[in-house]
């Protein structure tokens, strides 16, 4: 999400001549997106800032200024503290208010003074009345995999997360606004759509004017059907999924409509009961393995990935064996893993039994041996087959490009520059821990250059 909110950044300052540099030294204005969902995150912060800091030192030194902004989750945590702790920040706001960076930018250069050097911070860290979406502009960036944004916030409160207090509670955008994004998208080249909220399946948005549905509202799956009507837009994907939310109308929309990918991000964090009633999830780990069950029977190819926490407080060697035999039950493509980290403002931040760090490293390590020995024979079991790949990322390499399976594995290819933003059917050599890698027949190659 932070990379479509970047995005839209960029986009609301290009009018204003601001144009995406590579070079953060050239940078009249610098800004930190940034994300406070774990511990590390936000430190990630803090060091940028360091570094952004002698970039400054050196414009204003050469008689320029370089204006630096905290923007996303961490700004709208930790507002003016940011700019008390690092006084060079100019500007604070949260991930609600970036519609507004005109008027803030604005206010900055009033405040501020070359000679004087940068003048007072400019904080807005607001949860708006109007919505950000109806005041962005269409984005010129074209790229054959896009992301787009249906519904933020979240009024779930899982014990050890902080969404519902940066982000703010549920919104779902009305269908026709996000038609209107996904139709524009396609236009500029997309093939690719991710619908994205952090509790994406949750979505239930204003109907389209035109609809003759009884429901003022839609949820996800109707979105889906609809999305999948537009001509060129060839794969939709959604990400985050809850498994509270994962009604059966989605669960069929799986094997009903095939430009919906046969992957899906379904995060269950633990396989035991009590940790999950901690986190307070409100399912058990069998309700989540009958969706998944559920869901294999509506479209017996999808393949999974999923998030995990370990050592959430009070976590012990038997909770952790059973989200072990959970991961052994649903057989995963890939997974996110992570050790529970205290978040400021979170009930499970004051819960007793803290798991000491040497016991998560230990959880963690064993944790991500079994979910990647998975990921390899998931890999591995594709070698020999042929799969679509959309090439939308360039490699280390000369002329090797990257892409996608409908499984969301990555794909490497040679010889195959020209082949920049295409689907194209590669035929998969080999498969390793976090990719496979493969050649585009000979035929297509000829077709495509001659
Ligand atoms: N809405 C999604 C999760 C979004 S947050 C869901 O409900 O599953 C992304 C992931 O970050 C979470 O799935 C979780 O695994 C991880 N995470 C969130 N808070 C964390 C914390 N305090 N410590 C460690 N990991 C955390
Ligand atoms: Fe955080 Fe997801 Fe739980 Fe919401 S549902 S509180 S975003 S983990």
Not at 194 to 205: D, E, I, S
Request: aromatic share 8%; glycine share 8%; hydrophobic share 35%.
């Amino acid at each position: 999400m932070n990379v479509y909110d970047s995005q839209r950044m960029a986009d609301i300052l290009s009018p204003f001549g601001y144009a995406l540099t590579e070079e953060p030294e050239q940078a009249d204005i610098a800004i930190l997106n940034t994300c406070h969902i774990r511990e590390k995150a936000e430190q990630k912060v803090h060091s940028d800032l360091g570094r952004l800091r002698s970039h400054k030192v050196a414009s204003v030194a050469n008689g320029r200024n370089m204006i630096i902004a905290v923007g996303g989750c961490v700004g709208q945590a930790e507002g003016e503290e940011i700019i008390r702790q690092a006084p060079y920040v100019d500007m604070v706001f949260g991930p609600q208010t970036y519609h507004r960076l005109p008027e803030m930018l604005a206010n900055v250069m009033r405040n501020s003074d070359k000679k004087r050097g940068p003048g007072r911070g400019v904080v807005d860290t607001e949860f708006p009345t109007e919505v950000k979406f109806d005041f962005l502009p269409e984005t010129t960036e074209s790229r054959s995999s896009a992301y787009v944004s249906v519904q933020e916030g979240c009024d779930k409160f899982c014990t050890f997360c902080v969404v519902p207090y940066t982000r703010g509670a549920e919104y779902s955008r009305p269908v026709e606004s996000i038609v209107k994004e996904v139709k524009h998208l396609v236009k500029l080249g997309a093939m690719e759509i991710t619908l994205l909220g952090q509790n994406v399946n949750a979505y239930h948005g204003e109907a389209p004017a035109s609809s003759h549905a009884a429901s003022k509202v839609w949820g996800l799956s109707q979105l889906i059907h609809e999305l999948a009507e537009i001509d060129g837009l060839e794969r939709i994907r959604y990400t985050t999924s809850h498994p509270r939310d994962m009604g059966q109308d989605l669960i069929d929309a799986h094997g009903a409509v095939p430009k919906l990918m046969p992957f899906l991000h379904l995060p269950v964090q633990s396989g035991s009961d009590r940790i999950l009633e901690a986190m307070n999830r409100k399912h058990s780990a069998d309700d989540y393995l009958k969706v998944i069950e559920r869901l294999r029977k509506s479209c017996p190819e999808i393949a999974f990935s999923s998030d995990f926490i370990v050592g959430f407080p009070g976590e012990t060697d038997e909770d952790h064996k059973n989200t072990l035999k959970l991961i052994n039950d649903v057989n995963y493509a890939q997974a996110y893993s992570f050790k529970y980290s205290i978040r400021p403002g979170t009930p499970a931040g004051l819960m007793d039994k803290q798991v000491p760090e040497s016991v998560k490293s230990e959880r963690l390590q064993e944790l991500q041996e079994l979910v990647n020995t998975q990921q390899l024979a998931f890999n591995k079991n594709t070698v020999g087959t042929t799969q679509k790949v959309l090439l939308d990322r360039t490699g280390k390499f000369e002329g090797q490009l990257i892409g996608r399976t409908a499984f969301m594995q990555s794909v490497y290819v040679l010889e195959s520059k020209h082949l920049f933003g295409q689907m194209v059917d590669v035929k998969i050599e080999s498969g390793y821990a976090n990719s496979i890698s493969g050649v585009i027949p000979s035929d297509k190659c000829l077709q495509l250059t001659a």
